[in-house]
T-cell receptor, first 114, second 112 residues
């Protein structure tokens, strides 16, 4: 069974631009969550979608947004990029939601803001 | 505010030795505690997980010890191998969703 697929794997953007990252969950998984990973802060939760609805949101500014489509694929968008947005963005999927569900991570999208 | 605190930040162990990584939490609503292993260039992968109704869980060379009263849990890697060299993250979540709170990670190096 194919794992979580994230595209693009690497990208460089200029401060002030916006970026869209894509995530295809494991087949049959309905929950998709996004995390930002940086050396200083570790993995920080951005948001979670389940059946096209955002269920949880972390403490990130409104410049970070996401959505989920009917086929469970998800996208996240960051507008007005700042240098501090440079990070590895990880998507994770799980079959269901609720505590105790194993989440499976993709390999991430490396974003560099210059 | 870091909801899950992890130590040490880095760890060097001889091959065959025991690697121990510790985590502590404050939120008593947490009821699921997984450990993830991450190799460079890869996403984190689930290693082992435990619920608070169990004090210990073992899978192969990996063991989680859980102390509910102290709100602490730890990962023990027995007979550590060079292939175990990776970054390890502890995490915690509640019953209400898939929001996981991660520790800051431990970089483990196993010397041959």
């Amino acid at each position: 069974k194919a794992g979580v697929t994230q595209t693009p794997r690497y990208l460089i953007k200029t401060r002030g631009q916006q970026v869209t990252l894509s995530c295809s969950p494991i087949s049959g998984h309905r929950s998709v969550s996004w995390y930002q990973q940086t050396p200083g802060q570790g993995l920080q939760f951005l948001f979670e979608y389940f059946s096209e609805t955002q269920r949880n949101k972390g403490n990130f500014p409104g410049r970070f947004s996401g959505r989920q489509f009917s086929n469970s694929r998800s996208e996240m968008n960051v507008s007005t990029l700042e240098l501090g947005d440079s990070a590895l963005y990880l998507c994770a999927s799980s079959f269901d939601r609720g505590g105790g569900n194993t989440i499976y991570f993709g390999e991430g999208s490396w974003l560099t803001v210059v | 505010q870091q909801q899950v605190k992890q130590s040490p930040q880095s760890l060097i162990v001889q091959k065959g030795g025991i690697s121990i990584i510790n985590c502590a939490y404050e939120n008593t609503a947490f009821d699921y505690f997984p450990w993830y292993q991450q190799f460079p260039g890869k996403g984190p992968a689930l290693l082992i997980a435990i619920r608070p109704d169990v004090s210990e869980k073992k899978e192969g060379r990996f063991t989680i010890s859980f102390n509910k009263s102290a709100k602490q849990f730890s990962l023990h890697i027995m007979d550590s191998q060079p292939g175990d060299s990776a970054t390890y993250f502890c995490a915690a979540s509640t019953e209400t969703g898939n929001q996981f709170y991660f520790g800051t990670g431990t970089s483990l190096t196993v010397i041959p």
